[in-house]
């Protein structure tokens, strides 16, 4: 958006962006929740299209159980619960010639 930073403060909850006094206008609006009928198409909206999008795919990545991977026509499945010798004996199937 073009505002300094001026820093950040960290703690488990929640990441603090500390930024001069001039982006308090920006801040109101990405915190309206009409922003998008208001403002559709600026900056603002865009950017927090992407902050909204990155932590809806941050947070459904956390919930994946498994995974799928495919390998010249074959796929498997490998689950989050997998112990590294089912996961090696998976890809010792999977990768064979």
């Not at 009409?34 to 999008?53: C, F, M, N, Q, R």
């Amino acid at each position: 958006m073009g505002h300094p930073l001026k820093g950040w403060k960290r703690n488990p909850q929640v990441t603090t962006w500390c930024f001069d006094e001039a982006a308090a206008a920006d801040c109101a609006l990405y915190d309206d929740p009409d922003l998008y009928d208001k403002l559709p198409e600026s900056t603002i909206s865009y950017t927090k299209a992407a902050v909204l999008g990155h932590l809806g795919m941050s947070e459904a990545s956390k919930q994946v159980m498994q995974a799928s991977i495919e390998h010249k026509g074959r796929t498997a499945l490998i689950g989050r619960d997998c112990t590294p010798s089912q996961i090696e004996s998976i890809e010792k199937i999977l990768f064979r010639k």
